[in-house]
């Protein structure tokens, strides 16, 4: 098939997976078979992590005991609290996370693949100890306690971030935010993650990579892009015009657009009516009716579909939240689904390696470096 029609593999069926599907005909977005709506709606986060691990749901007993292991998995190691504090404070908070992947594969190797499970969780338990030990280190100049008992990975986020543990609505809102960007099938990171576990590499240098491939714009990076677009309209009419002339340039409008969904984005329904209980929470009234004039402009116009990304942002705002850390949280979660993606792929691995459609010229006489032009 040629290059032209396959254009960034697009439509491509590239490996067989268990774990997601993503808008299949009669099935939608389920994880392992779940429909997205059920998981958001009664699921907690760790129960959605240890059914992408395992495959089956937990058992009462099995997800109190992962609960309590993750919890136990917190700490920072003192080598790695030391990079953090040595990664300058105007690092994106991506690249700290990339840092601290790295860090920690240095520090706590995989030696052989049966470890495998334990490093997939402690990554789950220590990104976010990661990224708040630096942000607060930076921002506040405090060596924080990462080791908080809050039960989930939501509530110890925001324990960390906001130095307080946080009201209810807002950890279930976070939570749920988790459950939605925990796995989405073969898209770039996760690719990246096969690809890297493929040549049979390590589980720290498929995470790695993994969120290198996320936080491009294109991709995770997309909330934070959203809520920058978001912040630049003061009402729902500056932001109708300002949608508009960005359309009339042929820019971007991040937050929208997705290459497999055509016609909406499961998670936008869950995201938005989050969004909207915290605006009213907070007493908004400008984010929340800015982003809801974006969204309309780009149905009647293009009609393009605000994706998970979008409302996540106000979402993340109306918490409290930096923009810069909204990539990481996306991190925070979906370290469940590229776990369970290598682990996948180590159980039945091929190198992943295809072939090209070469465009360059043809075959040239070799010339000595003084006979050139
Ligand atoms: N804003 C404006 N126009 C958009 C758009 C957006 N967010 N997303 C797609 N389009 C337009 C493209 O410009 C293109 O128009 P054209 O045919 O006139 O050239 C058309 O829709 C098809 O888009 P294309 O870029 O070919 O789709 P894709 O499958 O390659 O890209 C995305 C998918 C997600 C990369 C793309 O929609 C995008 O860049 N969205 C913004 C970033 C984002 O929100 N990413 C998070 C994804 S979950």
Redesign the pocket.
């Known amino acids: 098939m040629s290059q032209k029609k396959t254009?960034?593999l697009?439509g491509v069926v590239a490996g067989r997976t268990a774990i997601c599907t993503v808008g299949k005909e009669g099935a939608g977005l389920t994880y392992r078979g779940y429909d997205i709506d059920d998981l958001a709606d009664n699921a907690c986060f760790e129960e959605v992590a240890y059914l992408l691990h395992h495959g089956k749901l937990p058992n009462a007993g099995e997800l109190t005991a992962y609960r309590d292991r993750l919890k136990s998995l917190r700490a920072l190691p003192g080598e790695l609290k030391r990079v953090l504090e040595s990664v300058p404070a105007d690092t994106h908070p991506m690249d700290v996370l990339r840092t601290g992947s790295s860090v920690l594969g240095n520090l706590e190797p995989e030696t052989d693949f049966s470890g495998q499970r334990d490093a997939a969780d402690r990554l789950l338990a220590t990104f976010p100890s990661m990224l708040l030990y630096w942000h607060r280190f930076h921002a506040d100049g405090k060596r924080i306690d990462t080791a908080t008992d809050d039960d989930g990975v939501a509530g110890h986020f925001l324990h960390m971030l906001h130095d307080a543990p946080p009201g209810e609505l807002h950890r279930r809102t976070l939570d749920t935010s988790l459950i939605l960007y925990a796995e989405h099938e073969f898209n770039a990171s996760t690719f990246t993650a096969r690809v890297i576990a493929a040549t049979l590499s390590d589980f720290h240098s498929a995470i790695t990579g993994a969120i290198g491939a996320l936080r491009g714009?294109?991709?995770?990076g997309?909330n934070e892009?959203?809520m920058e677009l978001i912040e630049r309209f003061d009402s729902p009419r500056a932001a109708e015009q300002g949608i508009h002339e960005m359309?009339a340039r042929?820019?971007?409008?991040?937050?929208?657009?997705?290459?497999v969904y055509t016609r909406s984005?499961p998670r936008n329904a869950v995201n938005k009516r989050m969004s909207r209980r915290l605006a009213e929470e907070a007493g908004d009234e400008r984010l929340y009716p800015v982003s809801a004039a974006i969204e309309r402009v780009?149905w009647e116009e293009?009609k393009?579909f605000a994706?998970?990304?979008?409302y996540s942002a106000s979402m993340y705002r109306f918490m409290g939240i930096p923009t810069s850390l909204f990539t990481p949280i996306f991190v925070c979660s979906r370290i469940t689904g590229w776990s369970a993606h290598v682990f996948e792929q180590r159980a039945d691995n091929k190198l992943i390696r295809p072939g090209a459609e070469y465009t360059g010229p043809g075959l040239r006489p070799w010339a000595p470096v003084d006979e050139r032009d």
């Open positions: 254009g960034g697009a714009p294109l991709h995770g997309a892009a959203a359309l042929r820019e971007l409008i991040m937050g929208f657009g997705h290459r984005d780009m293009k393009l994706n998970a990304d979008f």
